[in-house]
């Protein structure tokens, strides 16, 4: 039986996860996924994992293309999975190709006979998100305040404005979402600081972005 083993923090399990899994599993007749432990998350990290590591295993146990799971406890940075892996000996250690630990992986696959084995960047079945991407989508406010203006202009942007020109601004803030937006998206410095608040961005550097003064 051939024994594949992946590793990786997957504190947030979407479908780029399980497409690697899927792949992974592919290879061999046993796939082992290692997450890292909450206390290796945080000391290598300094962040909490999302969920307790007893309810990330269930999930990730309940996959159908996963045959065991374990929790990565060793603090070596990148290798958490090590103690497990010196014992086990797997056949391979499916890695993407942006690995950024390849170097000691490799190491550690000579020490055992396993192949360390690179999947290639296959192109997404769903549009790609990260972990990263869904906590600030999960923070996002469902509603922000956004600025109208009429009879006016860009006098905050000086890239924008007209040398000698006048401008008179009366400005209104009605409150905008995701879900209730009748004005044309992303126009204006009020629209785009408020667009980027509601997709979990900084409104402030959305403003600085477009040459605020």
């Not at 905050?156 to 998206?185: M, Q």
Request: aromatic share 8%; proline share 5%; glycine share 8%.
């Amino acid at each position: 039986m051939k024994r594949i083993l992946v590793s990786g923090c997957y504190d947030i399990i979407h479908a780029g996860h399980l497409q690697f899994f899927e792949e992974a599993r592919s290879l061999g007749d046993h796939l082992t996924v290692s997450f890292a432990s909450e206390d290796v998350l945080w000391h290598h990290k300094q962040r909490r994992s999302s969920i307790p590591d007893e309810h990330k295993k269930a999930v990730l146990e309940g996959l159908r293309m996963v045959d065991e799971v374990i929790i990565g406890t060793d603090h070596d940075l990148g290798l958490d999975f090590k103690s497990y892996f010196l014992e086990a000996k797997p056949d391979i250690l499916a890695v993407t190709e942006d690995d950024q630990y390849e170097a000691i992986k490799r190491d550690l696959c000579d020490q055992v006979g396993c192949t360390y084995r690179v999947l290639p960047k296959t192109p997404p079945k769903f549009d790609p998100v990260s972990t990263s991407g869904i906590v600030k989508w999960v923070k996002a406010p469902t509603e922000s305040p956004l600025r109208v203006d009429f009879a006016g202009g860009w006098l905050d942007v000086p890239r924008h404005a007209r040398e000698g020109a006048f401008i008179v601004n009366c400005a209104i803030s009605p409150l905008v979402s995701l879900r209730n937006w009748t004005y044309e998206k992303r126009s204006g410095l009020g629209g785009s600081g408020a667009w980027a608040l509601l997709n979990g961005e900084d409104g402030v550097d959305s403003e600085l972005d477009l040459g605020v003064g």
